[in-house]
């Protein structure tokens, strides 16, 4: 009985905004324009499929299910790229949005970004995360001398994050701080690439570019400019539009400052410096 009536259910959501739902048990008062279900859901729509403990659905007047309301042990997963989501509740409005939240979890290969809410817009392969937490795992990496380990592993927060171009380029926005390692990047921007691989989730990170309002640290040393790039590979960073460096008492300014990662050692290009005497 509980099948068929969840079959009636899916029949009369029309595309685009189509939903299919089935559950162990199914409940509903006559001429309402809610049901519950519990045990085992799954509801499918286009290429999203989400699974948890049980949901509550509004119908609107045409019997479309135009809200479900998911909760305990949320599962999200898009076939078309394989993106994993879970949480502890989902609203989801068919054809518009999903929202995922309490310990929203998002999963990449071995990354994983934490946020307060995550929002999956079915027609798009953009998500975006509100207050993401990210851990981007050390990689080994092939060079001319073998296969080595990539520095540190990367952690990343900010106020939001939005992945986008099949999750080969993520970019955060709002009060981001970067920290690997030894190394600390604070800027109003920053945007993550990853280097192309047949499968997204074995691909390398590649280049990190932060913009606006750049801080840079490691250890005694600090540098400020307009834009900075990391290679998380090597720890090399570049400090462009009015870069500076300071070191103690002392400060060079240049066009373009290059910190290399294993030696801390800054080339600078067009160099102007203010040196600190010793006593």
């Given at each position: 009985?509980?099948?068929?009536?969840?079959l009636?259910?899916?029949?009369?959501?029309t595309?685009?905004?189509?939903?299919?739902?089935?559950?162990?048990?199914?409940?509903f008062?006559?001429?309402?324009?809610?049901?519950?279900?519990?045990?085992?859901?799954v509801?499918?729509?286009?290429?999203?499929?989400?699974?948890?403990?049980?949901?509550?659905?509004?119908?609107?007047?045409?019997?479309?299910?135009?809200?479900?309301?998911?909760?305990?042990?949320?599962?999200?997963?898009?076939?078309?790229?394989?993106?994993?989501?879970?949480?502890?509740?989902a609203?989801?409005?068919?054809?518009?949005?999903?929202?995922?939240?309490?310990?929203?979890?998002?999963?990449?290969?071995?990354?994983?970004?934490?946020?307060?809410?995550?929002?999956?817009?079915?027609?798009?392969?953009?998500?975006?995360?509100?207050?993401?937490?990210?851990?981007?795992?050390?990689?080994?990496?092939?060079?001319a001398?073998?296969?080595?380990?990539?520095?540190?592993?990367?952690e990343?927060?900010?106020?939001?994050?939005?992945?986008?171009?099949?999750?080969?380029r993520?970019?955060?926005?709002?009060?981001?701080?970067?920290?690997?390692?030894?190394?600390?990047?604070?800027?109003?921007?920053?945007?993550?690439?990853?280097?192309?691989?047949?499968?997204?989730?074995?691909a390398?990170?590649s280049?990190l570019?932060?913009e606006?309002?750049?801080?840079?640290?490691r250890?005694?040393?600090?540098?400020?400019?307009?834009?900075?790039?990391?290679?998380?590979?090597?720890?090399d960073v570049?400090?462009?539009?009015?870069?500076?460096?300071?070191?103690?008492?002392?400060?060079?300014?240049?066009?373009?400052?290059?910190?290399?990662?294993?030696?801390?050692?800054?080339?600078v290009?067009?160099?102007?410096a203010?040196?600190?005497?010793?006593?």
């Open positions: 009985m509980t099948a068929f009536v969840l009636i259910a899916a029949a009369v959501s595309e685009p905004d189509r939903v299919e739902l089935t559950s162990e048990t199914l409940s008062a006559p001429g309402a324009r809610t049901a519950h279900a519990e045990g085992s859901v509801a499918r729509s286009g290429r999203l499929e989400v699974r948890c403990d049980r949901a509550d659905a509004t119908y609107a007047a045409d019997r479309r299910i135009e809200r479900l309301e998911l909760h305990g042990g949320v599962k999200l997963l898009r076939e078309s790229d394989g993106l994993a989501a879970e949480a502890d509740e609203t989801w409005e068919p054809g518009t949005l999903l929202t995922l939240s309490g310990e929203a979890r998002l999963h990449r290969g071995r990354d994983s970004v934490r946020g307060e809410r995550i929002l999956v817009r079915p027609d798009s392969e953009r998500v975006e995360v509100e207050s993401p937490r990210v851990a981007l795992a050390a990689r080994r990496r092939r060079t001398r073998g296969i080595e380990e990539m520095r540190e592993a990367v990343i927060r900010a106020s939001r994050l939005v992945v986008s171009d099949r999750r080969t993520a970019r955060f926005e709002g009060s981001v701080r970067l920290v690997q390692g030894e190394v600390s990047i604070s800027a109003d921007r920053l945007e993550a690439r990853t280097a192309s691989a047949a499968d997204p989730d074995d390398d990170l280049l570019t932060a606006g309002g750049v801080t840079w640290r250890g005694d040393q600090e540098g400020t400019c307009a834009r900075g790039t990391l290679d998380p590979a090597t720890g570049r400090l462009e539009g009015a870069p500076m460096v300071r070191q103690g008492g002392s400060e060079v300014r240049g066009e373009r400052i290059v910190v290399d990662g294993a030696t801390g050692r800054a080339r290009e067009k160099a102007t203010r040196i600190r005497g010793g006593k």
